[in-house]
C-alpha cells in the first residue's frame, strides 16, 4: 500500500484545504458556509432547477442540501416551487437578495483568486484545473468498488 502522504485522496483534500482556508473567513464575514456558497454559486449560473440535479451540480447529498435549503429559503436568498405534475419535486432558484449577496462576496473571492494566481501562476493553475478536469473525466468511467459512487458531500468549492 502506498505511503499516506502519497495517497491521491490526502492529496487532493490537503490542496482542497490549502485553497478554502483562505476563502472561508469572508464567507463567514457574510455569514455563509462552504456549501451554502456552492448552492449560491450554482444556482447563480442557472435558471430553475430541480433539486436533485442542484445536489448533483453541488455535489451535495440530498439530507444535507434539504437542510441548506430551508436556511437559504428562510433568508430569503432562494426561493422553491413544488413541481404541480409531481408533488414530490421541487424547482429551486436564486432571488434578487441571493444575487446581491453573491454581489457583495464577488470582490473577495475575486481578490483571493488573483493573489492564488499570482503566487501559484496563472499558467500552472489553468494547467492544474485543466489536468482535475481530465482527471475526473477519466474516473467517471471507472468501476466503483463495493459502492456506487455517489457520496458526494466532501465535495469540490469554489
Known amino acids: 500500500m502506498r505511503d499516506f502522504s502519497r495517497s491521491l485522496p490526502m492529496a487532493l483534500l490537503r490542496a482542497r484545504e490549502s485553497v478554502m482556508r ?12 462552504e456549501q451554502q456558497w456552492r448552492i449560491l454559486r450554482a444556482l447563480a449560473s442557472t435558471d430553475d432547477i430541480e433539486v436533485t440535479e442542484l445536489a448533483h451540480l453541488a455535489y451535495l447529498l440530498g439530507p444535507s442540501l434539504s437542510r441548506i435549503l430551508r436556511d437559504l429559503e428562510t433568508r430569503r436568498l432562494i426561493q422553491r416551487r413544488v413541481v404541480k405534475a409531481d408533488l414530490r ?11 446581491r449577496l453573491i454581489k457583495a462576496v464577488a ?16 499558467g500552472k493553475l489553468a494547467d ?7 482527471l475526473e473525466l477519466s474516473l467517471k468511467a471507472m468501476s466503483v468498488l463495493g459502492g456506487s459512487g455517489s457520496e ?5 468549492a469554489e
Not at 23 to 30: G, I, K
Not at 107 to 122: D, K, L, M, N, V
Not at 152 to 156: F, L, Q, V, Y
Open 107 to 122: 470582490p473577495s473571492s475575486e481578490a483571493i483568486y488573483a493573489e492564488i494566481t499570482q503566487r501559484y501562476g496563472a
Open 89 to 99: 419535486r421541487s424547482i429551486v432558484s436564486i432571488t434578487a437578495n441571493g444575487l
Open 128 to 134: 492544474l484545473q485543466e489536468a482535475l478536469h481530465r
Open 152 to 156: 458526494i458531500e466532501g465535495g469540490a
Open 22 to 33: 483562505h476563502f472561508r473567513p469572508s464567507l463567514r464575514a457574510h455569514g455563509l458556509t
